[in-house]
C-alpha cells in the first residue's frame, strides 16, 4: 500500500447528527479546504491563522452578501490532522436548515460532497491509520455500551494493528533467514529453513488463537449478547425488560397476552451488554395476532445466546412451563420463579435439581433479588472467558475470518514441513500467510476490499 501522500479534491460534509442540537459541525478536508472556508467567512484572514486555532466570526452567502451564522471555525492544516491534509471544521448552531445552507455554501464555492466513510478513508489511503484502526472508528461511533467504546478506542490507539504487525514480522524475519541459509551451502539448507518455518508457524499460530478467543466476546461487544425473556403469559417478562431498562417501553398489564410483538432493547447489566428482547407470552393460542406473536417468540428463542426463562413460582408448574423448560435445555439460561412476593409453590431447590441450570427467585414487582439476578448474568456471562481486561480484541467477521485463513495457511507449512514437501513448496503458504494478516490491517488490502468497508460508514466520518 501506497504511504504517500496523494493529492484530492477537497470535500465536505455535516459531521453531526442531523437535527436540533446545540451546535453542529461541518467539516472539510483537502487542499482548498482553508481557501474555501475563508471565502464564505467573516472574521480573521482564515489562509493566514496559525494551524489549530478557532475563531469567531459570520459566514456569509458571498452572492448575496447575507449573513448565515455566527459561527466559530476551526483551523488544521496539514499533516498533523485526522486525514493528514488542510481541515476546517464549523461550528455552527444546530438546525437543519442553517448548517444545510453552510454545507451547501461550501459545496457551490469549490468543495465536493464527501462518500460516507471518506474523512477516514483519506486518513488511511495517506497513513495516518490503519484498517483496524478506520474499523474502530466505524465501532466507535456505534458502539452501545461503554466497554464496547473502550475496546474501540482501544483499537483505535493502534493494540491490534501491534500485534498484527508484530507476527508479519516474525514471518518475514523467517523469510529472511531462509535467504541466509541459502547463502550457506555448507549446511543442510533446506531442512534448517524447514524447521525453522514450522517453529515460527507454530508459535504465530497460538498467538493467532489467543485472538480468536477474543472474537466472541468481541463480537458480543458490539452487538450485545441476545438475551429472550420468554415464558407463559403474565409472568412478568415484560415488567423485567422495563426494570433492567429503566424504563417503562413495555407494555404491562394484568391481562395475560399483553405483549404480542417482540421488542428489542439494548442495556448494560453491571457491564455486560444485552441486547434484551422481550417476546410474547409463549402458549397455545387459536388468537390469529397471538399466534404470529408466538412465532416470533419461538424464533427470538432460537437466534438467543441467553435465555431468561420466567415462571411463575407462586402457581403449580404448567405443562406449558414444562414444555419451556424442556426447549431451552442446551441453551445458556437462568430460570426465574418471579412473584415470590405471592408466596412460593416452587422450591429453588427442586427446580435446580429438575433443569440443571441457575435459578432464583424473584418479585419484580417489589424489586427483589433483582440485584442477584443481574450478578448472575454477569456471572454467566465472564465464565469461559479467559482474559476479560484484556483490551485488544477482534470484534468483527472479517477480522476474524483473515485469522482463521491466516492459522489455516500456517497450518498447511507445518504439514508440508512433516511430509518433506520441498522447502519453496511450503514457502508458499508461509507467504500467504503474511499477506493474509496484512490484509487485516490494510498493508496488503486489495482496493475492493477497502472500497467496500469504507462504504459502510456514516456520512461526515
Ligand atoms: N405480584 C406480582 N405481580 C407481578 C410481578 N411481576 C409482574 N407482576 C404483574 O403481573 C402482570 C403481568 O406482567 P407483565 O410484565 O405484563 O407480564 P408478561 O409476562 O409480559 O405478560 P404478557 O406480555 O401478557 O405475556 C402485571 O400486572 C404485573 O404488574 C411480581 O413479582 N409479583
Ligand atoms: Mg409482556
Known sequence: ????????????????????????????????????????????????????????????????????????????????????????????????????????????????????????????????????????????????????????????????????????????????????????????????TAKQMADTSNDVIKKIDRLLKTAQEGTILRNGLATAIVGQPNVGKSSLLNYLTQSDKAIVTDVAGTTRDTLEEYVSVKGVPLKLIDTAGIHHTEDKVEKIGVERSQKALKQADLVLLLIDGSQDLTQEDQALIAETKNKKRIIILNKLDLGQKLTIEKMQQMTNSPVISTSILKEKNLDELEDLIKKLFFSGIENSNDQVMVTNQRQAGLLQKAKKQLQDVIKAVENEIPVDIAQIDFNGAWDTLGEITGDSAPDELINALFSQFCLGK
Open 1 to 192: 500500500m501506497a504511504q504517500t501522500l496523494t493529492e484530492f479534491d477537497t470535500i465536505a460534509a455535516i459531521s453531526t447528527p442531523i437535527g436540533e442540537g446545540g451546535i453542529s459541525i461541518v467539516r472539510m478536508s483537502g487542499e482548498e479546504a482553508i481557501k474555501i472556508a475563508n471565502h464564505v467567512f467573516k472574521g480573521a484572514d482564515l489562509t493566514k491563522v496559525a494551524t489549530h486555532t478557532i475563531h469567531y466570526g459570520h459566514i456569509i452567502d458571498p452572492e448575496t452578501d447575507k449573513t448565515i451564522d455566527e459561527v466559530m471555525v476551526t483551523v488544521l492544516r496539514a499533516p498533523k490532522t485526522f486525514t493528514r491534509e488542510d481541515m476546517v471544521e464549523i461550528n455552527c448552531h444546530g438546525g437543519i436548515v442553517v448548517t444545510n445552507h453552510i454545507l451547501q455554501l461550501l459545496l457551490a464555492n469549490g468543495a465536493r460532497m464527501a462518500d460516507p466513510g471518506e474523512f477516514t478513508k483519506r486518513a488511511f489511503v495517506n497513513g495516518r491509520i490503519d484498517l483496524t484502526q478506520a474499523e474502530s472508528v466505524m465501532d466507535i461511533v456505534r458502539a452501545k455500551t461503554d466497554k464496547a467504546r473502550q475496546v474501540a478506542v482501544g483499537q483505535l490507539a493502534g493494540g491490534l494493528l501491534e500485534k498484527i504487525r508484530g507476527m508479519r514480522k516474525e514471518i518475514l524475519d523467517t523469510l529472511a533467514n531462509v535467504e541466509v541459509n541459502i547463502d550457506y551451502p555448507e549446511y543442510d539448507a533446506d531442512q534448517i
